[in-house]
T-cell receptor, first 116, second 114 residues
Framework: EAQVTQNPRYLITVTGKKLTVTCSQNMNHEYMSWYRQDPGLGLRQIYYSMNVEVTDKGDVPEGYKVSRKEKRNFPLILESPSPNQTSLYFC???????????????FGPGTRLTVL | GENVEQHPSTLSVQEGDSAVIKCTYSDSASNYFPWYKQELGKRPQLIIDIRSNVGEKKDQRIAVTLNKTAKHFSLHITETQPEDSAVYFCAASNRGSTLGRLYFGRGTQLTVWP
């Protein structure tokens, strides 16, 4: 089954304790992205990756890191989490190179993070 | 970059009535406009999309219209049902220049009262 998976689904942590949220897709998509969702603010892009070893900042990258060592995986790293990073996080993937000029994006199930 | 604005932020309708959500975009090069539905606690799911070479698309009770000149597009839901209650997001994209990036509106909380 074609899907995007994220782990963990729920995480409660404390300020300053490094954490990683994993994201994996099995659709051979080149493009992957991380969003955070906060009430009233919609989906804001944190980082995105066009392909292996190619990453770039989205609209709200401060306090986050990413890496893209393999095509299927795109982990989100919070090296020193703070309470303002409490949010719902979504990973997404798509394929800009499938021959279509259009772009359906597939979302993971979400990770609800609470930083105390 | 692209800027997508969505209105209204909340919408309440009686079951059976129609609901309309409107979005505007700023980049005239955008050519793909998807709509996502997000139920409480779930991921956004694509419900319909429209591409810049058409002005309207329908799928059962859902329709989307696009006005490229005015740079706005709308989602229309007819004969609403309680299960239509969710947050709806519009988005815009131009694969030619931004490849995979989608620019989202802030969402509309639709509540359908029985």
């Amino acid at each position: 089954e074609a899907q995007v998976t994220q782990n963990p689904r729920y995480l409660i942590t404390v300020t300053g304790k490094k954490l990683t949220v994993t994201c994996s897709q099995n659709m051979n998509h080149e493009y992957m992205s991380w969003y955070r969702q906060d009430p009233g603010l919609g989906l804001r892009q944190i980082y995105y990756s066009m392909n292996v070893e190619v990453t770039d900042k989205g609209d709200v990258p401060e306090g986050y890191k990413v890496s893209r060592k393999e095509k299927r995986n795109f982990p989100l790293i919070l090296e020193s989490p703070s309470p303002n990073q409490t949010s719902l996080y979504f990973c997404a993937s798509s394929s800009p190179y499938d021959g279509s000029p259009y772009n359906e994006q597939f979302f993971g199930p979400g990770t609800r993070l609470t930083v105390l | 970059g692209e800027n997508v604005e969505q209105h209204p932020s909340t919408l309440s309708v009686q079951e059976g009535d129609s609901a309309v959500i409107k979005c505007t975009y700023s980049d005239s090069a955008s050519n793909y406009f998807p709509w996502y539905k997000q139920e409480l606690g779930k991921r956004p799911q694509l419900i319909i999309d429209i591409r810049s070479n058409v002005g309207e698309k329908k799928d059962q009770r859902i329709a989307v219209t696009l006005n490229k000149t005015a740079k706005h597009f709308s989602l229309h839901i007819t004969e609403t049902q309680p299960e239509d209650s969710a947050v709806y997001f519009c988005a815009a994209s131009n694969r030619g220049s931004t490849l995979g990036r989608l620019y989202f509106g802030r969402g509309t909380q639709l509540t359908v009262w029985p």
